[in-house]
């Protein structure tokens, strides 16, 4: 195995997108950030040189950190930032897995163009369950604000409203050819007839999920958040925030140029439709430059029948070399109601707020990471009475107003014993009204083992429950209206983020963190802190 060293430099960059620019935190310089490539098994060595005058983290995301959450970088969780003119090295193993994550900034809004691919190939000599691809190409999904995107949501946290939509969505750093302001033309993609091509797409932007789909051309699913699947095939893709997904595209025409396409789903009832579409070119090399585009219509945005049929359709692998590990005697069974709620507020304009909350509990971010607070015995910082299940009763199809929208604050963790197994219902409540809830748990996989529309029912669900081949991942679609059940093995000893992956959601509180206790033996306790772990 190897060592990959990178150097992460946090600067400024002025960047122009739709006809105006402004400056973004960048990683050297660069829109998306640069990738990282490493083998299974490998160490990567980031040094993040802070050169800004933000507080900064980044994040590893789906890098399962074992017994290491100091590398795991959510600012507060696991580690303190890492204040302008600091520098810190996440340092660490990517012990057993391979596949497409990715890196973001893990602190405000800052991941808005803080982001990179991070490739883990299988280890040398381990060929993937799939035809070999001639060409392996990232396809990075992302949003992108005319204003800047800290004043956007200090502004909105100001008012106790919800904060401007973004301006457009990218692919690779790019709205598009088709965008109101194209003349950059936007991302192109060149292949050759008969060929066969992997797209490692990822899912970074910060508060929509996103369909995919090329003109023309079909799409073999081969891996979802760096887990291999059943192959199949469809036309369009659904990626959460947080998601990554792998799919072979065969270039089976001969020539021309075909148009790439990503387009928000959202099947809220209130949300308004914005249908921004990024786009890219795919195009046979030889093309003239004349042709003109084969264009694709892209799903209409309240799709939720197309949603589900893609998310029922996905299937751990489950071969003899990858098999599907799926805990069946549950040790902690457990219910999150997942929300959105009112909060009274003085100086709001409605003398309230929108909060975010699980269970009820909105989460209050601690001064000092809570990772430190757990392992130096630092009291006062958190409690571990997260409720286990919902303390009130919910309508939770949304076809009425339940009474109970206040949330209650807190610094509320889950305990876990180490090695026990967990199975966790997430069930949206609509509150205010359904929503879809990208959540990503850190430190783990697990398997999504049923979902539904509607309310959960704990004694006709469970049996319905795939427990062969779920799909094994790190972020959950939990469906607007709807629930989804996962089950996973607490087996990584440390403190572990789990929060919705629309950043608007986060920042509300719709997270919380599981502690998973040291343990005796060697394996079973977080390893000790690096020296150059930053403090607050
Ligand atoms: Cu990709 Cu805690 O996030």
């Not at 596949?99 to 973001?104: A, M, S």
């Not at 947080?242 to 789903?265: E, I």
């Amino acid at each position: 195995c190897l060592e990959r060293h990178y150097k992460f430099n946090v600067v400024l960059k002025k960047t122009s997108r739709l006809c105006s620019s402004k400056p973004i935190v960048t990683i050297n310089g660069k829109y998306p950030g640069p990738t990282i490539y490493a083998r299974e098994d490998d160490t990567v060595l980031v040094k993040v040189v802070n050169h800004v005058k933000y507080n900064v983290s980044i994040h590893w995301h789906g890098i399962r950190q074992l017994r290491n959450g100091w590398a795991d970088g959510p600012a507060y969780i696991t580690q303190c930032p890492i204040q302008p003119g600091q520098q810190y090295v996440y340092n660490f193993t990517v012990t057993g897995q391979r596949g497409t994550l990715w890196w973001h900034a893990h602190i405000l809004w800052l991941r808005a163009t803080v982001y990179g691919a991070l490739v883990v190939l299988p280890k040398l000599g381990v060929p993937y369950p799939f035809p070999t691809p001639k060409k392996e190409v990232v396809v990075i999904l992302g949003e992108w604000w005319k204003s800047d995107v800290e004043a956007v949501i200090n502004e909105a946290l100001k008012s106790g409203a919800a904060p401007n939509v973004s301006d457009a969505h990218t692919i690779n750093g790019y709205p598009g050819p088709l965008s109101l302001c194209s003349s950059q033309g936007g991302y192109k993609l060149p292949v050759l007839p008969g060929h066969t091509y992997l797209l490692r797409i990822i899912n970074a932007a910060l508060n929509d999920e996103l369909f995919f789909k090329v003109a023309n051309h079909k799409l073999t699913v081969v891996e979802v958040d760096a887990v291999y699947t059943k192959p199949f095939e469809t036309t369009t893709i659904l990626i959460a925030p947080g998601q990554t997904t792998n799919v072979l595209l065969t270039a089976d025409r001969s020539t021309g140029k075909y148009l790439v396409a990503a387009s928000p789903f959202m099947d809220s009832p209130t949300v308004a439709v914005d249908n921004k579409t990024a786009t890219a070119t795919l195009h046979y090399r030889g093309s003239l430059a004349s042709t003109s585009t084969i264009l694709t219509v892209p799903p209409p945005q309240n799709a939720t029948r197309l949603a589900t049929k893609f998310t029922k359709s996905l299937r751990s692998l489950n071969s003899v070399t990858y098999p599907a590990k799926v805990p069946l005697k549950i040790d902690h069974s457990l219910m999150f109601t997942v929300s959105l709620g009112l909060q009274t507020c003085a100086s709001c304009a409605n003398g309230n707020r929108v909060v975010a909350d699980l269970n009820n509990v909105t989460f209050v971010m601690p001064k000092i990471s809570l990772l430190q607070a757990h392992v130096f015995n630092i009291s006062g910082v958190f409690t571990d009475d997260f409720p286990g299940n919902p303390l009130m009763p919910y309508n939770y199809t949304g076809a009425q107003q339940p009474t109970n929208m206040l949330t209650m604050k807190g610094t509320r963790l889950y305990r876990l014993a180490y090695n026990s197994t967990v199975q966790l219902v997430l069930q949206d409540t609509g509150m205010i009204a359904p929503e879809n809830h990208p959540v990503h748990l850190h430190g783990f996989n697990f398997f999504e083992v049923g979902r539904g529309l509607g309310n959960f029912n704990p004694k006709t669900d469970p049996r319905r429950f795939n427990l062969i081949d779920p799909v094994e991942r790190n972020t959950v679609g939990v469906p607007s209206g709807g629930w989804a059940a996962i089950r996973f093995r607490a087996d990584n000893p440390g403190v572990w983020f789990m929060h919705c992956h629309l950043e608007l959601h986060t920042t509300w509180g719709l997270k919380m963190a599981f502690v998973v206790d040291n343990g005796k033996g060697p394996n079973e306790s977080v390893l000790p802190p690096p020296s150059d772990l930053p403090k607050c």
